[in-house]
Every structure is written in C-alpha cells, then in structure tokens.
C-alpha cells in the first residue's frame, strides 16, 4: 500500500481492518505477500489429534510483590508532545530528557514538552514506513555515550545502527551497522532494541513474516529470526559486535547470538527495573495475544513455543520442548494486537505500583495486571484509551508514558 495516509482518521482506519483481518504488530497496514506460494498452518490445518498438556511452566519470578492495590487505581492520560508517528522512547543515563523515534526515521529529544533543537539523528533517507516498516526502536548504552537505533532499512531487511553522542547529538560519521538481518516478508519485523540489566543489547525479531510462520524460523535455532537476541556492541576481531560466552549456544546447538525463541513477533519487551525480570508482549496469529514472564537468570535459552503453540493453544503440528507457556493471554474481542509495557515502579500513582501495564492496539485500552510468582491474581482495564497505541516508554523516575501513532505521547498520572 505505500506510505501511510495523512489524515489521521483515514490512517487509523486502515491499519484497524488490517490488524482486525489479520494480527501482526501495531505498524501493520498490509498483509505480506510472499515471494513463493507457501502453506501457512492455521487453526482449521491443524491436525485434530487432542492438544498436548500445557507446557511447563517458568521456573518462580523473583519475589517483587505489588506494594499498591490495582483494584483501587485511578489514572488520567496527560498529553506531553504531538510528533510525527512517534513508535518508541528511551532515556539516556544522566539525561532528564526524552528520547522519541519517529517512524519515518528521526529521532527527537523532548524537555518540558517541547522538542530541544534539531533532530538527535535523521535516517529518513535510509528507512521505509511501508507495511511493518519504519524506525521502529532506540536505546542508549549503559554509560550513555551510545545511541542504538533498530529499524528497516531500504532493501526492507532489519538493521541496527550504533552511533556516538557528543552533546546529546548522534554523530553521523561515528556510525558502526551492528546487525543486518534479511526479512523474507514485510512483516514480523519485530524492532524493540533494550539494553539489559547486565549491560549487553537485546534485540527482538518476528519470525518472518506472511501468516504462521511458513519457514518454521520459530522453532529454528539456526536462525535469528523469531528470537530475543544478547550481543555485546563491542567489536570482536573483524566482527561489529561479540557474542558474550554466557548466551546459551555461544558454543553451539544454535545462534550465538540468541537468548531465547519460539516468539512470534516480541513488538515491545521490557525488564523490570527492581527485580529484572523479562516482559515480553508478543503478538499473536488469528486468535490469541500473549504476554510472557520469566525471571531474568531463566530466560537464557528459553523457548516460548511459537509456531507450535500461539498462547496455551496448540497452534501447529509439531514439538516444542520445554515451551514457556504465557503468564497472560487473552482473545481477539475487539482487541487483536498486543502492545507491550513495563511494570510500572513509579510515584506518581501508588496503588498501581508493582502492576503490569500493557495494551492493545486495536481498542487502545490501557490496562494492567499483577502476578505473584506465575499466576495473574488481578487484571483490569485503567479506563483510559490512547488511540492506536503502539507503545510505552519509561522515565528515570519510573513514570511511564503511551505514544500513539497517531502522534500524541501521553505521560500516565494519576486520575
């Protein structure tokens, strides 16, 4: 279809029937038409031998209960900047601004509601908003003198860039390209780059693409596609960057790089700030949108059973070991796109302290939800909707912030 419609109401109009039609990530506009004539498992393909026992589940989360009561949380959404479809926001240590990506390729620095000078990095000429496509994440290195940025480049594979700051601006002749991945479709890009508790980089990949993962990339260790990645940014030899010896198959069985698998397309994955857990919201096939747990020191070589499982349901013939089942799951009724958040570890609103917050991009509705170990003991909506939601963001204080695609940020106060 091209470029996204300028008028907001005709924009969003177009990515919800998409979206409705067929889950992809919160930039869908299109479906991906494959390049070959391919078989993509569906829930009527598969085959009706009863359904396996849900997979076992993650080993405990570490013991961070919710100090607040999610029951009694009022929020309000207040609006802090209008940009240019704005996908994803990051704090750079040392730093009280915000750092907005803007699909089409900038990325902007935001004090007090007002965006500070010219753009901190300009890659317009080097992207493509098409489809799933765009600038679609950024991060800064642990000491704050790099900025990372994930997006798909020209040619429409994934890409991630490294640039050095020098007065809180990216400077272009220090770029060093740290990954290139090709994309077989035009969707499933995945995009969110974090850098971890432990310093290294995360990356997050689809699976590829078109509908059901038709390569089976899911459950394929040789592949990076469909998995969370841990790489070290720091050279190694000829190499951009050094698989750190602690990542599950850094000797082998898979990808060096990979820390975890069997995701679908982990659009927006966070770690909680006090006790590091991982949080991944990852977008479902036809029926099912899932949220993922798991303590940080168990993620490593986690599978989390995609395309054999989509949620607790089987999705496809076939195995997947030791597959993590979902801590959240629910269906498309009326939501069909799961939007990825933090737990939130703020001041501003108290009781929701400790709480999840997560959302979806079809209905826009802001909600959370508290775990004690592996199982959710509440969930609820927050009663507030930020229109095409396609992502959160996190503050030095712990305040979170949802961004719309539409272009407005909303910082979440209390109501």
């Known amino acids: 279809m091209g470029l996204m419609p300028t008028h907001p109401s005709t924009r969003l109009l ?38 396996p026992s849900p997979p076992p589940s993650a ?27 704005p996908t994803a926001l990051a704090i750079r240590p040392g730093d009280d601004a915000l750092y907005i990506a803007e699909r089409g390729g900038r990325v902007v620095r935001v004090v007090d509601g007002e965006v500070t000078g010219d753009p901190v990095l300009d890659i317009s000429a080097q992207t493509t908003s098409d489809s799933e496509r765009g600038l679609l994440g950024l991060a800064f290195s642990a000491d704050g003198q790099h900025l990372y940025v994930s997006f798909t480049n020209q040619a ?99 990808r060096g790089e990979l820390w975890a698998f069997g995701l ?13 857990d991982l949080w991944i919201g990852d977008v479902g096939q036809g029926a099912i949108e899932e949220i993922d747990r798991i303590p940080f020191d168990r993620a490593a070589g986690a599978n989390f059973g995609w395309n054999v499982f989509e949620g607790t349901q089987r999705f496809s013939d076939g195995r997947a070991p030791n597959a993590v ?36 991009f079809c209905d826009g509705v802001v909600r959370a939800l508290t775990a004690d170990r592996n199982t959710v003991t509440a969930d609820r909506s927050l009663d507030v909707t930020v229109p095409a939601l396609v992502s959160f963001g996190e503050d030095a204080d712990g305040e979170l912030y949802a961004l719309s695609l539409e272009g407005t ?5 209390a109501g």
Do not use: K
């Open 14 to 51: 177009t990515i919800l029937l998409t979206l409705t039609a067929m889950a992809c990530s919160p930039l869908s506009q299109e479906e991906a038409t494959p390049a070959t004539p391919a078989t993509t498992p569906s829930a009527s393909s598969v085959p009706s031998e009863p359904a």
């Open 264 to 276: 679908r397309n982990p659009w927006r994955f966070t770690f909680d700030r006090a006790t590091d």
């Open 325 to 360: 089942p979902p801590i959240f799951e629910y269906p498309h009724d009326g939501r069909c796109s799961v939007t990825g958040g933090y737990v939130y570890r703020g001041d501003y609103v108290p009781d929701l302290r400790g709480s999840y917050v997560f959302g979806d």
């Open 59 to 85: 080993s405990p989360a570490a013991e961070a209960p919710a100090t607040g009561d999610l029951r009694a949380v009022s929020v309000a959404l207040t609006p802090v900047i209008d940009l240019d479809a």
């Open 156 to 254: 429409g594979d994934s890409q991630v860039d490294e640039y050095a700051l020098q007065d809180a601006m990216a400077r272009r002749d220090s770029r060093r390209n740290l990954l290139l991945v090709g994309q077989p479709y035009s969707n499933h890009n995945g995009g969110n780059v974090v850098t971890g508790p432990d310093g290294m980089l995360y990356v997050g990949l689809g699976d590829g693409g078109a509908g059901g993962d038709p390569q089976g990339n899911g459950q394929n260790r040789s592949t990076l596609l469909g998995g969370l990645l841990r790489i070290d940014p720091s050279p190694s030899g000829d190499q951009p960057y050094t698989v750190p010896q602690d990542n599950p198959y850094a000797d082998g069985g898979g």
């Open 409 to 413: 940020v909303f910082r979440i106060t």
